[in-house]
């Protein structure tokens, strides 16, 4: 029996031609992801679902989908799927990351004219009779110094085009190497930095717990007089209110939003603002951008029903079925010790090295690879995944290097990943005992075993006395409870390093007083989500 698809948001009638050449029954259903309660109906007789952004699949979606074995989003963001109910039930998440960039980079740049001439109110003034040359002075972008807040597949077409309208680029991203900056003509700079230095400041970072509120009041202030801000990049990157006033009291000369906090935006504390230009969230609203990942997403969802191949996957590693069972334990690791790496890394990653040794080393070390870039550049890059991750390295110009030998330590097998900053290099090393389970065995070279569980709390501390007694401390009177304990050190009163593994959250003024103790160089939460 066929593989049977809904499309449940406007898609183009090409992609459902290419389900139909692909194998699978498809109906086309594009009104029927608003109506809830029909969705919920009609799903359970579906292995596939098509969507945009209309449609969401929550999670009483995804417990009436029966049958439901792929999601797939013609687009990138896919904050209208339930990603953790989803892969609880064992179903494949899939978007389509790199066809809107182009689409998206011209509409920043047309929001950066729209707003720097003040297009729209000059041509409502203009429309309504009136002839206000005067009202309307604009300024060049000839010449002046663009900021670009993140650099990769968006943010490097936006610097192709700023420099050849003969704008002076500056980018901030921790990702960005400088070989790739000197590849791309923008100059890497700190984001300090670029606040203070721009005319124009762009945004083109995805929204996480380190990015939300990026662009704030205090930031504002170390900004030029006059600067001018466009995001078409996520709402949440800027803080509206702050950013309301700085348009009122001049510190900001215009601001271009196509995004905002709350979406749609029928209401909101920017609106009436002075030079604001709005638009409704259209950085991929172009007739080619939709039909490219209206295509993209029906081949990869096509694919995978008809044939088992996995692209573009966000909860599920590109593996074969045959490799799957002896892989799977080992992609974990190698995604837990990325992502250790890159929730320890501050500074601007140049390359990342990973070695195999033993057995593993004979294994599909390409999807390891995958799975550990993932969990490096997660933290920053959350929609990044197994498929996407290698092509994010690439065009940041991060090296990668796979070190394969045969064993000759006391592992059976071990993977190490160093990342090589600026500064310095960090690496973290693990393995797979008998019970499956992925181990830290050593970190920047110093012998520990700990397994890793949602919350743990890492700090390295002079050994000396008094250390342990006093994060014991600190912990109790937080009221937090420590699951596991684990310690390491080279050698007697050196460097030392604590890793616990904590139940629950804890508040950054708990980690700021660990991090004050006297014996402590860093002290950082790290997470590491537990689902598969």
């Known amino acids: ?50 969507i945009r952004s209309a449609t969401k699949a929550t999670e009483k979606i995804i417990k009436a989908a029966t049958n439901l074995k792929v999601i797939g989003r013609a687009g990138i963001g896919v904050d209208n799927v339930d990603i953790p109910a989803a892969t609880a039930k064992g179903i494949v998440v899939m978007n389509t990351p790199f066809g809107n960039a182009i689409t998206t980079a011209e509409h920043a740049i047309a929001m950066m004219f729209a707003v720097t001439r003040q297009i729209p109110a000059a041509d409502v003034s203009t ?8 009202r309307f002075m604009g300024n060049e972008v000839t010449s002046k110094t663009l900021g670009l807040v993140g650099c990769g597949n968006i943010g490097s077409i936006v610097a192709d085009r700023a420099i050849g309208l003969k704008m002076k680029v500056i980018a901030f991203d921790p990702f960005l190497s400088h070989e790739r900056a000197i590849d791309l003509g923008v100059e890497k700079v700190e984001l300090e930095d670029l606040f203070k230095r721009a005319d124009f400041i762009t945004l083109h970072t995805p929204l996480t717990d380190r990015t939300r509120n990026i662009i704030d009041a205090d930031a504002i202030q170390t900004m030029k007089d006059g600067v001018y801000l466009i995001n078409c990049a996520r709402g949440g990157l800027v803080d509206e209110d702050a950013l309301r006033a700085a348009l009122d009291s001049g510190k900001v000369a215009g601001a271009a939003v196509d995004v905002f906090t709350v979406e749609p935006a029928k209401e909101n504390v920017l609106f009436g603002a002075p030079n604001l230009v709005c638009t409704p969230h259209l950085g991929a609203s172009t007739s080619e951008a939709q039909e490219n990942v209206a295509l993209q997403v029906a081949e990869q969802m096509s694919d995978y029903l008809v044939n088992g191949a996995v692209s573009n996957a966000l ?3 590109s593996i074969t079925a045959e490799e799957a069972p002896r892989l799977a334990p080992f992609v974990k690791l190698a995604e837990q010790l990325g992502s250790f790496a890159g929730q320890a890394t501050e500074t601007g990653i140049k390359a990342v090295r990973i070695e195999y040794e033993g057995d593993v080393a004979e294994m599909n070390v390409k999807a390891l690879t995958a799975a550990a870039l993932t969990g490096v550049l997660r933290p920053l890059l959350q929609t990044v995944n197994m498929v996407s991750a290698p092509e994010v390295a690439k065009e940041r110009g991060i090296v990668i290097e796979d070190v394969r030998r ?56 002079q050994d000396k006395p008094g250390f342990i007694g006093q994060l014991g401390s600190i912990l109790g009177d937080a009221k937090i409870n420590i699951a596991t304990f684990n310690l390491g050190r080279k050698v007697e009163g050196e460097e030392a390093i604590c890793l616990v593994e904590i139940d629950g959250e804890i508040a950054e003024t708990t980690v700021d007083e660990i991090a004050a103790i006297a014996q402590v160089n860093q002290a950082k939460l790290l997470h590491f989500p537990q689902q598969c």
């Not at 389900?19 to 109506?35: A, H, N, S, T």
């Not at 009609?42 to 596939?48: A, L, M, N, R």
């Open 406 to 461: 045969e064993q000759h330590g006391a592992y059976e097998n071990y993977i190490r990943l160093t990342v090589i900053t600026e500064r310095q290099e960090r690496s973290v090393a693990g393995t797979v005992f008998g019970d499956q389970k992925p181990r830290i065995i050593q970190i920047k070279g110093i012998n520990m075993e700990a397994e890793l569980g949602e919350n743990m709390l890492y700090v390295t501390n």
């Open 127 to 134: 429309q309504a009779g009136k002839w206000e040359k005067s």
């Open 1 to 50: 029996m066929a593989p049977k698809v809904l499309i449940s948001d406007k898609l183009s009638d090409k992609a459902v031609q290419i389900f139909k050449e692909r194998g699978c029954d498809v109906d086309f259903l594009p009104d029927v992801g608003k109506d809830k309660e029909k969705l919920a109906e009609i799903i359970g007789k579906y292995d596939g679902l098509a």
């Open 315 to 317: 909860n599920m590693p």
